[in-house]
């Protein structure tokens, strides 16, 4: 039984907005794919991609390490992304955490965002409203996540499993471009 956000559509929301965005070389920044809903994020993420009929480059999908300082292992991703010949012209990040600290690492290199570089999270965690620049990201809605797990507990018995998808939705913000 489990109740989960639309990681799937919300990978391909954030992928889709910054190829409307006109960002033809977008680069994803992921945990482990071992984690079920990361997995469907970067799904979501190669759909968008497949669709609008853009090369999907290895090169630019990075898995971030969980362990050391996360901020650390995020701007080596970065330094890798930036170092390619074709170098990456928007990222999607797994996570606003993720996201922040991609931005942090560009700013700190002098890039202009979105100009430069477009970055996407997916959460919508408090501080991304309140980053310079405001950063775009997927939002989950928590509390409805934890009333449906709550009401799924309370009426279903444990041998009947229930597995449960809410929605997500796009937040535009100036990190990527104006929808």
């Known amino acids: 039984t489990s109740v989960n956000p639309d990681n799937l559509r919300g990978g ?3 992928t889709q907005h910054l190829l409307r965005c006109g960002r033809k070389r977008i680069a994803m920044l992921s ?3 071992a984690h079920y809903s990361i997995q469907q994020r970067n799904r979501g993420f190669r759909q968008a991609l497949f669709e609008a009929r853009v090369h999907a480059d290895p090169d630019l999908e990075v898995i971030v390490p969980a362990m050391g300082d996360g901020d650390e292992a995020v701007a080596e991703a970065m330094r890798t992304l930036l170092s390619l010949p074709k170098r990456a012209d928007a990222v999607f990040c797994y996570n606003d955490s993720t996201a922040l600290a991609a931005m942090k690492y560009c700013l700190g290199e002098g890039m202009k965002i979105p100009y430069d570089i477009a970055i996407v999270g997916f959460d919508d965690i408090a501080a991304v409203a309140a980053a310079i620049p405001p950063l775009s990201t ?3 809605d928590k ?3 934890g009333r449906a797990g709550v009401e799924l507990l309370l009426d279903k018995p444990a041998e009947h499993p229930s597995h449960i ?3 997500v939705e796009m937040i535009v ?3 990527s471009c104006d929808d």
């Open 138 to 140: 997927v939002r989950v």
């Open 173 to 175: 913000r100036e990190s």
């Open 165 to 167: 998808t809410l929605p």
């Open 31 to 33: 945990g482990s794919l």
């Open 143 to 145: 509390e409805a996540l």
């Open 12 to 14: 391909y929301l954030a």
